[in-house]
């Protein structure tokens, strides 16, 4: 497990490429909402994914929060999926942006919609400087309402050997949200990802 792990330099040069790849997906976003998006610098965290649903359960409560999963797939064994959690206070922000009904269905529509444009954009800018590509899945609904959502997460979790965790706050002209998003990496992929991280180390 330890051949897991990053290392200091390796981390630091994840972040940064995180902090563009969120850049990008801010101003996605912005486009997306047709207003002006800051996006503060994301924290990274590399976690244990058994660990994150009881960190996420203290964090949203149990029936506070809606999971959006979207598996992606890359070249040279990079892969896996991206989980976005919203608090659902934050839903019918967003909802009201972009002129959702309060309907179910709507509701669910709404979020694979914009969990979609965020995900894809961010992996697709990681992916860049990475030279890598990815393709994707279509977003699923991993939790809802009346569900446990740290028992669906406890479920999905349990297949990976790594999470990357990136604590996500945006703010608009005149709402705010927050969300996070996790990366779910199995060890192939990590290994994989290290290499990538010191091609472009060496390149400095």
């Not at 330890?2 to 976003?29: I, P, W, Y």
């Not at 309060?102 to 697709?124: G, R």
């Not at 699923?140 to 604590?167: C, G, Y």
Request: hydrophobic share 40%; aromatic share 8%; with cysteine.
């Amino acid at each position: 497990m330890t051949q897991l792990h990053f290392t200091e330099e390796q981390r630091d040069c994840l972040q940064e490429l995180v902090n563009v790849a969120m850049g990008q997906a801010s101003d996605k976003l912005a486009r997306y909402l047709d207003t002006l998006v800051h996006l503060q610098v994301p924290a990274i965290k590399l976690v244990d994914p058994q660990q994150l649903p009881q960190h996420f359960s203290q964090r949203y409560g149990e029936h506070s929060a809606t999971l959006v999963s979207l598996g992606f797939f890359g070249d040279q064994g990079l892969r896996g999926e991206a989980i976005m959690l919203y608090q659902l206070e934050n839903v019918g922000v967003i909802a009201q942006l972009l002129g959702y009904s309060d309907d179910d269905s709507s509701e669910a529509e709404m979020l694979t919609d914009i969990s979609s444009v965020l995900t894809t954009t961010f992996l697709n800018g990681l992916a860049e400087q990475l030279e890598n590509s990815f393709s994707y899945a279509a977003p699923r609904i991993l939790s809802s309402r009346d569900q446990h959502f740290s028992q669906k997460l406890t479920e999905t979790a349990s297949h990976w050997q790594l999470a990357l965790q990136v604590d996500i706050r945006y703010q608009l002209i005149d709402y705010s949200f927050n969300c996070d998003m996790m990366l779910l990496i199995p060890g192939e992929a990590v290994l994989q990802l290290r290499q990538m991280l010191d091609k472009i180390l060496a390149s400095f």
